[in-house]
């Protein structure tokens, strides 16, 4: 007679194949067998698609086929968490994804705060972006802005900028150009250079 116990287990990583995503896993329970390559469930496997990676050594449950006694014939259904390693925060409004890289995705929902934390580099490349918000801050050491037009501010709006260095628009410095013309009286300069 097929148990529960049969049909749900625990199992530890020995391998991952991210090409199928599939596992190989030790089963302790089964004498300390090995199974061979198992499918990992995903939320979505088609054209929307999911991956998430195992770690050798995590600790995941899988369940067999009730009617068939092969190793092989299993799926992932997902990693418990447990003394050894706990969840990464215990707050009920927030959903956290923790990188091993020690990138820290974040989402509160109690305060609608979003965040995302990467010690590396974050890319976000599409036709049109827009950051749009009552106050925009962005603070860096160095901060570039390459386009092929650049168009700061419209006509109602109030750009001040603070700082030292120099603006320089078709070869024009801001702070070292000259102007010629110049005498006394109501007149006007010629153009900067």
């Known amino acids: 007679m097929v148990t529960l116990k049969d049909v ?3 199992g530890y990583v020995t391998a991952y194949d991210p090409s199928t995503h599939t596992i190989r896993a030790v089963i302790p329970g089964r004498d300390n067998k090995t199974t061979g390559p198992i ?30 006694s092969n190793l092989n014939e299993g799926w992932v259904l997902g990693s418990p968490y447990s003394s050894v390693d706990i969840p990464p925060q215990t707050s009920p409004t927030v959903e956290t994804a923790v990188f091993s890289d020690g990138t820290v995705v ?5 305060n609608s705060n979003l965040s995302v934390n990467c010690p590396g580099t974050v890319t976000v490349k599409a036709e049109t972006i827009r950051l749009q918000g009552s106050t925009v801050t962005i603070t860096a050491d160095t901060l570039g802005i390459n386009g092929t037009n650049t168009t700061f501010g419209g006509s109602s709006s109030n750009l001040n900028i603070n700082g030292t260095g120099d603006v320089v628009v078709n070869g024009i410095s801001l702070v070292s150009h000259v102007h010629g013309g110049v005498q006394s009286g109501g007149s006007s300069t010629s153009r900067p250079k």
């Open 39 to 68: 499918q990992i469930l995903e939320k979505n496997s088609m054209s929307t698609k999911h991956q998430h990676p195992y770690s050798i050594g995590e600790q995941v449950v899988i369940i067999f086929d009730p009617e068939s």
């Open 106 to 110: 974040s989402m509160d929902t109690a």
């Open 8 to 10: 749900f287990v625990k």
